[in-house]
C-alpha cells in the first residue's frame, strides 16, 4: 500500500482516519501531534525568556513512551534556550528489569546532552519492590504499593529540581482506560481530579498550588504508534513489561478498549474527547475538595489526611 501523502510504501494504517503513511510521514505526523498538544495546553509559559528558562522534568523510564517523549521534546525545543529538560530515572529495586532500562535511560540522555538524574526507592525510603512483593502487608497489587512511592518521588524531585512542568508518558491508550476506569466506577471525583492534574490546558486548571503542574504531551498518540515511532527512529528503548505488573481491572478495560477500537476505529479518541470536556465540568464543581490539604505528620508532604498514604504504608512495611 502506498503512502497518502507520496510515493513511497507505506508502513502503517490508523484505520481511526482512514490514511496510511511511510515512515517519512508516520515520523512526522506523531511530532506534529505532540506539538499540536504543547501548544495547545499551554505548556510553555509566555513568560519563559532565554534569561529565565522553564524547566520541565520528564519522568524517564527507560519504556518507549517516556523516551519518544523525550526525544521529541528535545527536537522541538533542542534550539530554543526558554525550555531546559531534566530526564527523572526511578529505579525501584526490581532485580534485572529496571537495570536493562536504566541503560537506556543512561544512552538516551547522553545521546541527546540532557541532564539525567536517578533515584531509588532503596535510597529514598530504605524498600525494595522486590521485598514490598514478597512482605505485602497490605494484601494489594504490586502496581499499587508502586504507584503511590513513584507519585512521591516524581513530586518531591521535580520540585527539588526546580520544575515548572512535570511531564510523564502516557498515551492515548492510557488516558482511555483510565478515563473508562473512572467512568465505569462512577467516581465524579477522581475525574474532576484526573482534569486538574494532567488534562486541561493551564489555564483551565484551578488546583495547581500545591503541586508542579503535570502534563502529558503524548496523549493523543495511540500505543502501538509510540512503539512503532520508538522502532524507526531506533531509539534505546527496553521493551519488556514489569515481571510485578498485575494490575487486573486495567487490563480488563484494555482488552475491552482494544476490541471496540478494532470494531469501530476512533473509540479511544471519542472517549477522551467527551472524557475531558465532562472532567473540565466536574473540576469546576468538585474543585473545591482539596482546600483541606494539610502537611503529613511523618514526611511533611502535601495530604488530605494525619499521614499521608505514602508512610502509611512504609509503616505497614516496617512492622512486617
Known amino acids: 500500500m502506498k503512502c497518502t501523502k507520496c510515493d513511497r510504501e507505506a508502513v502503517m494504517h490508523a484505520a481511526y482516519s482512514g490514511v496510511h503513511l511511510c515512515s517519512e510521514h508516520f515520523l512526522a505526523s506523531v511530532e506534529r501531534r505532540v506539538k499540536r498538544r504543547v501548544r495547545e495546553d499551554g505548556l510553555l509559559s509566555d513568560e519563559a525568556t532565554p534569561d529565565e528558562p522553564e524547566t520541565w522534568v520528564i519522568g524517564l523510564s527507560g519504556g518507549k513512551d517516556s523516551v519518544v517523549l523525550t526525544r521529541i521534546l528535545h527536537e522541538t525545543f533542542a534550539d530554543d534556550p526558554r525550555v531546559k529538560l531534566v530526564g ?49 502487608p497490605e494484601e494489594m497489587a504490586a502496581c499499587a504499593y508502586c504507584g503511590v512511592f513513584r507519585r512521591d518521588v516524581l513530586s518531591r524531585y521535580a520540585d527539588e529540581l526546580g520544575a515548572d512542568k512535570l511531564l510523564t508518558g502516557h498515551n492515548l491508550d492510557d488516558e482511555a482506560q483510565s478515563a473508562l476506569m473512572n467512568f ?137
Open 88 to 136: 527523572l530515572t526511578i529505579h525501584e529495586g526490581i532485580a534485572g528489569y529496571r537495570d536493562r532500562s536504566l541503560d537506556a535511560c543512561v544512552e538516551l540522555s547522553e545521546e541527546l546532552g540532557i541532564r539525567h538524574e536517578v533515584v531509588t526507592y532503596e535510597g529514598e525510603f530504605g524498600i525494595r519492590m522486590d521485598d514490598v512483593v514478597e512482605d505485602d
Open 184 to 320: 465505569l466506577e462512577g467516581d465524579l471525583v477522581q475525574m474532576a481530579k484526573h482534569f486538574e492534574a494532567s488534562l486541561g490546558g493551564f489555564e483551565e486548571r484551578t488546583d495547581q498550588s500545591a503541586f508542579v503542574p503535570r502534563a502529558k504531551p503524548l496523549r493523543d498518540v495511540p500505543e502501538k504508534e509510540v512503539a512503532l515511532y520508538a522502532h524507526l527512529a531506533e531509539l534505546p528503548v527496553h521493551m519488556a513489561e514489569c515481571p510485578h505488573s498485575s494490575e487486573a481491572y486495567r487490563g480488563e478495560i484494555q482488552r475491552l478498549l482494544y476490541g471496540l477500537e478494532e470494531n469501530h476505529p476512533g473509540t479511544r479518541h471519542s472517549i477522551m474527547a467527551g472524557y475531558e470536556e465532562l472532567a473540565g465540568l466536574l473540576a469546576g464543581e468538585y474543585g473545591e475538595e482539596r482546600t483541606d490539604l494539610v502537611d503529613c505528620e511523618r514526611c511533611g508532604s502535601t495530604t488530605t489526611g494525619a499521614v499521608c498514604r505514602k508512610c502509611s504504608l512504609l509503616a505497614a512495611l516496617e512492622a512486617v
